[in-house]
């Protein structure tokens, strides 16, 4: 597999080795002469921490670090948009890979906010352009969204999938296209909501820190929201929804948020997908290991902790 990746910043660096890793040959094109410099370095420190998380396949793949991409996007799978996030700079280096790419090159944006609608604006040129998000950084939490343009080509989707799963990626599909896209809007859910406390006196940042890092992190660590509800709650999502639904309604509203109300059929829906995911005749069996699970990652946490000087309790 050839792969192109567009800037050797800490994502474009991270993409690099990951893919390297996997056996990819990665064309890595930098403008920036101090950055060509020091990629070899970066790729380097990333290559250690993929071995540190236990990921390294050994692929033997090489990356070539130049200053423009070249001819290289005519016969690269995959091309990796790593750049500034300026939609003016995307657009200019969009318009020159749909020029210069092969006909069957998916082209992909690593930006965090920016739609792929508004990088490439004809929806005729859409069909092989999307947003691959990434998480910082990329060769350890190995999580890619695919965001589709609305032009965007189903096959298109489907190969970036396959593409970034052989390198060892969990690719979440997102159906449409929307401002910061999954995981930033659950992120901006929890940072909204703590800055909100913060500002209300209700705790003070220390308090945020140590709530999340000791209560929430540790089983979000394990589990999603929704598996967290389930395994918490005798009766699992319904008897949860029924519980918990109208104070947590009361509390979205309360902050001026709509769409806060659990309907049953939209229950249902989170239901049926978690039984997809794990039939309810293995949820005991699934907290019996969560228990054993976060018992473990509490002791190499606190490990982790004390060699930075900084107690299990946020002292």
Not at 57 to 80: D, T
Not at 225 to 236: D, M, R, V
Not at 251 to 271: F, H, I, K, N, Q
Request: glycine share 12%.
């Amino acid at each position: 597999m050839q792969v192109v990746i567009l800037g050797a910043g800490s994502i474009g660096l991270s993409f690099a080795a990951a893919f390297a890793d996997a056996g990819a040959a990665v064309t890595l094109a930098e403008p920036d002469a101090g950055r060509r410099g020091a990629a070899a370095a970066g790729i380097a420190a990333q290559e250690r921490a993929i071995a540190a998380a236990g990921l390294a396949r050994g692929g033997g793949g090489q990356v070539r670090v130049a200053a423009a991409a070249g001819s290289a996007p005519a016969a690269a799978a995959l091309v990796i948009e790593a750049g500034p996030e300026h939609v003016e700079a995307k657009q200019a280096i969009f318009a020159g890979l749909l020029a210069s790419a092969g006909p069957q090159t998916v082209l992909a944006s690593a930006s965090s906010a920016i739609p792929i609608s508004r990088v490439v604006t004809d929806p005729a040129e859409q069909g092989r352009c999307l947003v691959a998000h990434p998480v910082n950084p990329p060769a350890v939490l190995r999580l890619i969204e695919l965001v589709p343009g609305p032009a965007t080509l189903p096959d298109t989707t489907a190969r970036a999938a396959a593409l970034f799963e052989a390198a060892g990626f969990h690719a979440v599909r997102l159906g449409r296209e929307i401002e910061g896209f999954v995981l930033n809007r659950l992120q901006g859910a929890v940072l909204r909501e703590a800055y909100r406390l913060v500002d209300e006196g209700i705790t003070d940042v220390e308090g945020i820190e140590t709530v999340m890092r000791l209560g929430l992190g540790p089983r979000w660590a394990l589990s999603g929201p929704f598996e967290t509800a389930e395994l918490n709650t005798p009766g699992g999502i319904a008897a949860h929804a029924a519980r918990m639904g109208p104070a947590y309604r009361r509390m979205g509203e309360a902050r001026g948020e709509t769409g806060c109300d659990w309907r049953p059929e939209l229950v249902a829906r989170v239901e049926s997908g978690r039984r997809a995911m794990l039939p309810a005749a293995a949820l005991p069996a699934r907290a019996a290991w969560r228990a054993a699970a976060v018992a473990r990652l509490v002791a190499l946490r606190d490990r982790l902790l004390a060699g930075t000087g900084e107690h299990d309790d946020g002292r």
